[in-house]
Nanobody, 125 residues
Framework: QVQLVESGGGLVQAGGSLRLSCAAS????????MGWFRQAPGKEREFVAA????????SYADSVKGRFTISRDNAKNTMYLQMNSLKPEDTAVYYC??????????????????WGQGTQVTVSS
């Protein structure tokens, strides 16, 4: 079993930055492929970014590429999403996800077995 807890969400003005954190427990963090997804009200959850268990491989949705950076600190059992140049369309609940037994999870949410409760990110104009 894996427990994931997101933090760092909040209100930010367009063009600003936020850093989300995802703290994991219950399993060796370095054995977890990780990802970030987001869901706006009335919309399906969508892929944001993914990172391999070692942190050596990353991928991003086209909508965030160049603005967001996914990273992880295995010594702290924590994954991060640095979000820069935020836009109102980035407003959503952001979810941390983990895929045990995988080196890399990629963009399909079906490969992720564990999910956090989400943290709200609201970007104002």
């Amino acid at each position: 079993q894996v427990q994931l807890v997101e933090s760092g969400g909040g209100l930010v003005q367009a063009g600003g930055s936020l850093r989300l954190s995802c703290a994991a427990s219950g399993r060796t963090f370095s054995s977890l492929a990780m990802g970030w997804f987001r869901q706006a009200p009335g919309k399906e959850r969508e892929f944001v970014a993914a990172i391999s268990w070692s942190g050596s491989s990353t991928s991003y949705a086209d909508s965030v590429k160049g603005r967001f950076t996914i990273s992880r600190d295995n010594a702290k059992n924590t994954m991060y999403l640095q979000m820069n140049s935020l836009k109102p369309e980035d407003t959503a609940v952001y979810y941390c996800a983990a895929a045990p037994g995988r080196y890399y999870g990629g963009y399909r949410e079906g490969v992720y077995d564990y999910w956090g409760q989400g943290t709200q990110v609201t970007v104002s104009s």
